[in-house]
C-alpha cells in the first residue's frame, strides 16, 4: 500500500493552465478507472473534483479535467484563478479493494 | 445536501483506546460505503478503513490492521471506528466520507470535518 507519487508543489499565473501527474502501478492507477482527484484548502475537509479518472460530480467548475495513461493520471486545470490555490490529492482503488491517496501537492498561483 | 458529523477524538495515552462516531444524515445511508481517512498534523491524507454499505465487508490499511475495527449501525445512521492500542503516529485528524459505492469502496465523496485525535503522554 504505497502511496502515490505526486510532484510536491506545482504553480502557474492567473488564467494559465498546470498539469497534476499521479503515478501508480498496475495494482492500482494502471488497473482500474476509480481514479479521484480532491482538493484541500487550508483548515477545511478535502472536496472532491473529479471521480472515475475523467468525471466531474455536480457543481465543479469544467475548469477542472482528468485523465490517465498506462499507470499515471492526471489533473488539468485550465484558466487557472486564485481561489484554486490548495492542496490537491490523488487516489485510487487497489487490488487488495483498498484506497490509496497521493502524497498530495500544493498549487500556488502566482 | 449530504453532512457528516464526526465526534470521539480527544487525547488520549499511548497503548489506550478511543470510538470515534460518525452520524449521517440526508442520504440512503445503507445504501452507500463509508471510509475513514486521516490526515496528521501538516501531512496529507492517509486512507484508513472502510465497509460496505450492508456492514458486511471491512477493510483496513496495513498501518492499522488488527487494532481498528469498523462498524456501522445502519438503523442509526451511524460509523464507527473503534480503535485500540493507539500509537503515537495515529494523531491525526480523523474523517468520516460516504463512498459512491454500495458492496465496496473506491471513492469518497462527501466529507465531514473532522474529529482530532491525539496520541501523548
Known amino acids: 500500500q504505497s502511496a502515490l507519487t505526486q510532484p510536491a508543489s506545482v504553480s502557474g499565473s492567473p488564467g494559465q493552465s498546470i498539469t497534476i501527474s499521479c503515478a501508480g502501478t498496475?495494482?492500482?492507477?494502471?488497473?482500474?478507472?476509480?481514479v479521484s482527484w480532491y482538493q484541500q484548502h487550508p483548515g477545511k475537509a478535502p472536496k472532491l473534483m473529479i471521480y472515475?479518472?475523467?468525471n466531474r460530480p455536480s457543481g465543479v467548475s469544467n475548469r477542472f479535467s482528468g485523465s490517465k495513461s498506462g499507470n499515471t493520471a492526471s489533473l488539468t486545470i485550465s484558466g487557472l484563478q486564485a481561489e484554486d490555490e490548495a492542496d490537491y490529492y490523488c487516489?485510487?482503488?487497489?487490488?487488495?479493494?483498498?484506497?490509496?491517496f497521493g502524497g498530495g501537492t500544493k498549487l500556488t498561483v502566482l | 445536501e449530504v453532512e457528516l458529523l464526526e465526534s470521539g477524538g480527544g487525547l488520549v495515552q499511548p497503548g489506550g483506546s478511543l470510538r470515534l462516531s460518525c452520524a449521517a444524515s440526508?442520504?440512503?445511508?445503507?445504501?452507500?460505503?463509508m471510509n475513514w481517512v486521516r490526515q496528521a498534523p501538516g501531512k496529507g491524507l492517509e486512507w484508513v478503513s472502510g465497509?460496505?454499505?450492508?456492514?458486511?465487508?471491512?477493510l483496513y490499511a496495513d498501518s492499522v490492521k488488527g487494532r481498528f475495527t469498523i462498524s456501522r449501525d445502519n438503523s442509526k445512521n451511524t460509523l464507527y471506528l473503534q480503535m485500540n492500542s493507539l500509537k503515537v503516529e495515529d494523531t491525526a485528524i480523523y474523517y468520516c466520507?460516504?463512498?459512491?459505492?454500495?458492496?465496496?469502496?473506491?471513492?469518497?465523496?462527501?466529507w465531514g470535518q473532522g474529529t482530532l485525535v491525539t496520541v501523548s503522554s
Open positions: 466520507a460516504k463512498d459512491r459505492r454500495k458492496t465496496t469502496v473506491s471513492t469518497p465523496d462527501y
Open positions: 440526508r442520504f440512503s445511508f445503507s445504501n452507500y460505503g
Open positions: 465497509i460496505s454499505g450492508g456492514g458486511g465487508s471491512t
Open positions: 498496475s495494482s492500482d492507477v494502471g488497473g482500474y478507472n476509480y
Open positions: 472515475e479518472v475523467s
Open positions: 487516489s485510487s482503488y487497489t487490488s487488495s479493494s483498498t484506497v490509496v
